[in-house]
């Protein structure tokens, strides 16, 4: 089955109530049963079913059953948002006096997240590019992960997986990725080795801009070291599902970060239609930034352009896709502002993934809690501009950009 059959037909596609062709959305917080008993054999794991939407709910369920399919993973967790998903993918392994190597172009509020954890006592140490060979030096008997992004956002460099996996479980370490820029679409980081996939499913997923989520998607290979990893010493007998009974069962359930189920359900609806969207967000994308990098002097950032340090890897990894962002440089802060508020088509909001493209001046917005020393790890100047680009026709795309750029050029 090829990747937009499986959209609809595949495994992760179950017989809904009814006959429904999507999953019912289940808009309740609590399951009635006939008997204590039942709920006894619930509560204690012996008996199939719902009882507590924090806990689960069938509709969420059917969205994670069909994200853990085209991530080929293990099992699936959905959350409340992508900060939810990445800071609970984290907590479920980590504790005081723990470390976390990360790559220093992080989406900003991971940065954010991991600022914070600090003050509980959970270190992150930082690599410029997250490579062997700048990790290595980082390494100590404190690390306990590896947390990196598949394409950041806004930096949009591509993490070579295959290689800083192989470099993480020779040091005994789970390798965690957010995919949120990449979806399945273009890459299943499973395959090339990676441990816990990300994603915040606000963007492409949802596709439509219309529910704040995330997901956990546990890859199955890691053999977790109950020693080194104390927290899962009690899921022991889990094997390689520890991580995911662990999550399930501790802190995603008692942080209550949850997805709510209407958003599961607009989840599946916009999942429908993801290679539909990917497909022309990414044409879309190149034909824009090839058109761009044709005016002078602009300075154009997207994977597959000629003499992108990361367009090899972008061929390699994602079959010659480069996904949906680009950035650009436009000279001074006051031009891109005047850019930005010129544009026709593009619209003025943060985010990303969206049916419609979305423009936005990350110095003055999405970055303003990191230093000037980690904006310029992640890519973000005051002259930079993320455009996040949309279904709409190419051509109207090229003109709105080519014209308004060369004017206030
Ligand atoms: C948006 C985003 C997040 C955060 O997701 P939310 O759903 O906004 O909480 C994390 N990582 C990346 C790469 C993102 O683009």
Known sequence: MNFNTRLLHGKGVKNYADGATLPPIAQVSAFRYQAAEELDKVFHHKAMGYAYSRVSNPSVAAFEQRI????????????SSGMAAIALALLNILSCGDEIIASSGLYGGSIDLLEDLSKFGIRTKYARHLTPEEAEP??????????????SNP????????????????HGLPLFVD?????????????????VVIHSTTKYINGSGDAVGGIIVDG???????????????????GKLAYTIRLRTDIWENMGGCMAP???????IGLETLGLRMGRICSNAKALASALAEIP????????LPGNPSKELAESQFGGRGGGILTFRAGSKERAFRIINALHYAVRATSIGDTRTLVIHPESTIYIRSTKDQREAAGVYEDTV?????????EDLIQDFTETIRHYR
């Open 68 to 79: 853990n399919e085209l991530e080929k993973g293990n099992a699936a967790v959905a959350c």
């Open 138 to 151: 980082l390494i100590s008997p404190k690390t306990r992960l590896i947390f990196g992004e598949v394409l």
């Open 179 to 195: 995919a949120t820029t990449v979806t399945p679409y273009l890459f299943n980081p499973v395959e090339f080795g990676a441990d």
């Open 386 to 394: 993320r455009v996040s680009v949309g279904i709409e026709d190419p």
């Open 155 to 170: 930096s949009l460099e591509v993490l070579d997986v295959r290689k800083i996996a192989d470099f993480a479980h020779g």
């Open 262 to 268: 209407m958003t599961a359900f607009l989840n599946v």
């Open 297 to 304: 002097g602009l300075e154009v950032n997207y994977p597959l």
């Open 220 to 238: 199955g290979h890691f053999p977790w070291d109950f020693d080194r990893f104390e927290g899962l010493s009690g899921y022991r007998r889990y």
